[in-house]
């Protein structure tokens, strides 16, 4: 679950410095040089105020979720993700008659229900508590009994990236001592 929501955040964060960096290329481009889809904007070159800031932000919201991403709890940041598809949302309604007269209606509507894919996934994720790591029982290697290791435990050896223990607490404590024990004695 934690994977997916990594994941999530991650691949929207890219499309949105991807995309955002692209149109605000693409934007400055067209109002300078009339060249590409927005070569429009030459009729009007302070059109581009909004839109050099719009996209430019969006790749900045990006970055916000790629370091949403290396949070503990990530659950906060889906809201900025999920937020993020209003702008675009709204636009595409608000000027909807307008895509239908370019003819690019379908293309947009696909955009759209893409918006929408995501804004779901994402609200449902920021509903969604994250389900608590049940404890889980290991064998020791050494003693061989069965020894628990608690969520707390395992919450602590994911964050450091260790691997599962392989020992029982009390095996782990008496190789300490040993080991503690030769070196006091100027062995290794
Ligand atoms: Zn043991």
Sequence with gaps: MKKIRKKLLRVHGSILIFIGVALTINSTIGTYLGIGIFSFLQKNEFALIGLFQAYLLMA???????MGSTQENMRKWHLIGALAHIPPLTAIIMFWSHFVSMEVDSIVMFVAIFHCVLMGTESVFLIRKSKPMPDKTLRCVDCGNEFSFSEKDQEFYNQRGFQEPKRCKDCRDKRRRERGG???????
Excluded at 60 to 66: D, P, S
Excluded at 182 to 188: N, P, Q, V
């Design 182 to 188: 030769s070196r006091g004695f100027g062995g290794r």
């Design 60 to 66: 900045v919201i990006g970055i916000v979720l790629w």
